[in-house]
């Protein structure tokens, strides 16, 4: 199976604290695979090393696809926003990957509606609840379709119905060929696909 | 209280010489202000987003530049550009111009260091954001100065405070000529020593007004923010 991610030895320390401990393990192309652990089993910080936000403190990450030729997707667990409308949030993401500007309108009004958020079109993001600002959260890190989406936690503050519709997502992109990568312990959302599993337990790799 | 009375007929009756001082003085500090601000937003930006050798070194003196004396200013530039000067043949003495340049050099190190402040604290904000949208310098730069737009806009009307109060280097470098370099500030110090308190009550008042103006328009923005 052709790998994407390859770990070898892997720690990570934050303050002489170990947070990631020899960690071994690969990511396998076109898959979902989902990341479980406690509280504090260093997850997140996983997801940030495998994307390259983070730098380890030893080992290595081996990828396996050509950086400049591949769109990566990120989606964090306290989302970051910028200070403009719910529009202007998007436009930003398809300034920044050079989309025409032709394009824009059709794109942004395209996923929102797919989401049933096509009223929060011009509405500044101070206004949007705690579960709109995470659908539009997860809304941004789609845009592009990704080759490899990041999604940490993408369930926060989201009802039943929502989480369904993240979980379609998934599914729909992972079956156009992306792969996907997921922080979640929600059963609801994993209850619908097949994926690797990858557990954490006070940032040692239980099995993978 | 006839002065007062006489002072407040001034403004209201719209006196003009009064009027033209007012005008030169909004004229001068807003150019050397709108100059201060694209100079000290742009040199603020890098370097909030860029790490380079001496950067801790160039913050101390940038910080310190804040609190030069407006006369030590206005004495530089007067040796400068007084005709046996080194830049004495632009002929700059005694214009709006010099005057303009003055209020420049003593507003640029405050919209700098303040303005760092808050771009910096954008782009630590942003900085994950950014890397996962591999964004470039320029967008990065054109991003952290929208973000913090409500916040460089109070930087610079404090600017524009400092520059309309300012009186120590106009004064050298412009010499209070009438109708020509004759500002707010140099009118005042003027028309007391010449006993004509009722002008000179009347271009303070006028400058309370407009600081008045500019800390309204302050609260305005700081609500828009909150």
């Given amino acids: ?32 695979t989902v990341i479980k652990g406690h509280n504090g089993a260093g997850k997140t910080s996983f997801l940030r090393l495998l994307y390259g936000l983070d730098s380890p403190t030893s080992g290595h990450v081996y990828r396996n696809f050509d950086h400049d030729n591949t769109e990566l997707s990120y989606l964090f667990q306290n989302s970051i926003f910028l200070n403009r409308s719910v529009k202007e949030n998007l436009i930003h993401i398809l300034k920044c990957k050079k989309i025409s500007k032709r394009n824009w309108e059709d794109i942004i009004l395209d996923a929102l509606i797919k989401f049933n958020l096509a009223y929060l079109y011009n509405h500044n993001i101070n206004v949007l609840s705690g579960g709109e600002l995470q659908l539009l959260a997860v809304i941004r890190s789609i ?11 993408p369930t926060n503050n989201l009802d039943k119905k929502n ?46 | 209280m006839e002065l007062i009375i006489h002072s407040f007929l001034n403004i209201f009756k719209f006196n003009q010489n009064l009027i033209e001082i007012v005008y030169l003085s909004l004229c ?21 987003i860029k790490n380079f ?23 530089i530039l007067y040796l400068v550009f007084s005709a046996s000067g080194l830049l004495g043949f632009l002929d700059l003495l005694y214009s709006p111009e010099i005057m303009i340049i003055a209020q420049f050099i003593i507003v640029t190190p405050i919209i700098i260091s303040l303005s760092l402040k808050s771009l910096t604290d ?14 470039s310098s320029k967008m990065i730069r054109h991003t952290i100065i929208y973000e913090s737009r409500y916040d460089l806009l109070i930087i610079i009307i404090t600017g524009l405070s400092r520059a309309l109060s300012e009186v120590g280097a106009v004064i050298i470098v412009g010499g ?46 700081r609500k828009k923010i909150l």
């Fill in chain 2, 122 to 135: 954008q782009y630590a904000r942003l900085d994950d954001y950014f890397k996962t949208l591999k964004c």
């Fill in chain 1, 163 to 208: 989480i369904s519709y993240i979980s379609k997502m998934i599914m729909e992109l992972n079956n156009k060929g992306s792969t996907v990568i997921i922080v979640c312990h929600d059963e609801l959302l994993l209850k619908n696909f097949e994926y690797n599993e990858i557990t954490f337990e006070k940032g040692l790799l239980n099995h993978a």
């Fill in chain 1, 143 to 153: 845009l592009i379709q990704p080759d490899i989406l990041f999604l940490d936690e």
């Fill in chain 2, 28 to 48: 001068i500090s807003l150019a050397a202000t709108i100059l201060a601000a694209f100079v000290s937003i742009i040199i603020a930006s890098q370097m909030a």
């Fill in chain 2, 176 to 221: 209070n000529i009438d109708n020509m370099t004759r500002v707010m500030t140099t009118s005042i110090v003027l028309e007391t020593s010449r006993g004509e308190l009722s002008l000179a009550l009347s271009l303070g008042i006028s400058l309370i007004i407009i600081a008045l103006m500019m800390n309204f328009l302050i609260m305005i923005i």
């Fill in chain 2, 53 to 75: 050798f001496g950067k801790g070194l160039l913050i101390i003196i940038v910080n310190s530049f804040m609190s030069l004396p407006p006369v030590v200013v206005g004495l």
């Fill in chain 1, 1 to 32: 199976m052709n790998k994407v991610y390859a770990l070898k030895d892997l720690s990570y320390k934050i303050n002489n604290t170990y947070i990631l401990k020899d960690i071994n393990c690969n990511i396998i192309n076109k898959s979902i």
